[in-house]
């Protein structure tokens, strides 16, 4: 048995356009996963990265920054494809600005993204889990800002705390049920969300000499932490945050 196989299940992951989601998606079709691609931009070509490796997706177009847009996509997604085994919660923005004059309208589209539809889309999958009598996984993507404070980021640095918190507390809850709910907390990535800093000759040197590692995370790095919590593998791991960084935590 191959205990890191996902034949035989369904995997909802969300924000799968482009960068960590688009190569979540693509690993957890590569072990087996039929993936439901979920995002308000077409997938097209995660479709095709997915089948490049003899995977199976489809795609569901879905305004996400709503709890009820997230929902209407969960219950379509139960509709076309049947039970969902692993929730992938991923989506996700961020807004830069100094405190002192940080906006009310960024906070909520922040923090509403970030965690309020974490938490109701995850509340959807567990009631469904739950009517079924089934266990299954839970993982969501968290932030080193889960565990520092950053600069002029601070919706995201609460949010991102808040997803690492809500993930142990949904642990608490569910876990006695057979579901796991864990979190991956990326490092530095190379993604559009990081091209200025990576631009920024001075700012990717010091981030490079914190890594001890030496090198920026490619999504492929983050993906492969998601599949594993996914996994069968994984069955007794729950309620926790696992930083993939290359080592900044531990500096």
Partial sequence: MNRFSLDGTRAFVTGANTGIGQAIAVDLARHGA?????????????????ADVGGKADAIQADLATVAGAQDAFSSALDQFGP?????NNA???RRAD???????????????????????????AEA???????GSIVNI????????????PSYTASKS????????????????????????????VSNNTEALRA????????????????????DDIAGAVTYLASPAARYVTGITLPVDGGWLGR
């Avoid at 969902?84 to 992938?88: A, E, F, K, R, Y």
């Avoid at 889990?129 to 266990?135: D, E, H, T, V």
Wanted: glycine residues 8%; contains cysteine; charged residues 20%.
């Fill in 34 to 50: 039929h993936v439901i691609a979920v995002g308000r931009s077409k997938m097209d070509e995660t479709l095709s990265k997915v």
């Fill in 84 to 88: 969902i085994d692993t929730l992938v």
């Fill in 92 to 94: 996700g923005i961020i």
């Fill in 99 to 125: 405190s002192l004059v940080f906006s009310e309208e960024d906070w909520d589209a922040v923090v509403n993204i970030n965690l309020k539809v974490v938490f109701f889309l995850s509340q959807a999958f």
């Fill in 129 to 135: 889990r739950f009517q079924a009598q089934q266990g």
């Fill in 142 to 153: 968290a932030s080193l800002l889960s565990f520092q404070g950053g600069i002029r980021v």
């Fill in 162 to 189: 808040g997803v690492a918190g809500l993930t142990k507390s949904l642990s608490n809850e569910w876990s006695c049920n057979g579901i796991t709910v864990n979190a991956v907390a990326p490092g530095y990535v």
């Fill in 200 to 219: 920024d000759s001075e700012r990717n040197k010091a981030i490079l000499d914190r890594i001890p590692l030496g090198r920026w995370a490619q999504p």
